[in-house]
Nanobody, 119 residues
Framework: QVQLVESRGGLVQPGGSLRLSCTAS????????MGWYRQVLGKERELVAV???????NFADSVKGRFTISRDNSKKTVYLQMNSLKSEDTAVYYC?????????????WGQGTQVTVSS
């Protein structure tokens, strides 16, 4: 059984910060690329940040300089530190795990957590 369990999101004021976490079970965490995606009603899910199994990171242009992604393999957890939040960051945030195993791409998703940035 594979599970990606995300922490609770929340309501944050513009300019504020929030840290999301996602803890995995049922996978060999260290070999998976881990990412955070977000989705707004009526729009497609978009990549926010990714950290590969090797520790390389990449960010959407809209969050560069504000968000940080990190992972703790011993805890099987990936984090998304969100700073200087804007109303445009309001979305449901999803944790993602992906890897190629046995010639097949394996992808798993967290349950999603709502982040609302509003004054």
């Amino acid at each position: 059984q594979v599970q990606l369990v995300e922490s609770r999101g929340g309501l944050v004021q513009p300019g504020g910060s929030l840290r999301l976490s996602c803890t995995a079970s049922g996978i060999i965490f260290s070999i998976y690329d881990m990412g955070w995606y977000r989705q707004v009603l009526g729009k497609e899910r978009e990549l926010v940040a990714v950290i590969t199994s090797g520790g390389n990171t990449n960010f959407a242009d809209s969050v560069k300089g504000r968000f940080t992604i990190s992972r703790d393999n011993s805890k099987k957890t990936v984090y998304l530190q969100m700073n200087s939040l804007k109303s445009e960051d309001t979305a449901v945030y999803y944790c993602n795990a992906a890897a190629f195993l046995g010639g097949i791409k394996r992808t798993y998703w967290g349950q999603g957590t709502q982040v609302t940035v509003s004054s």
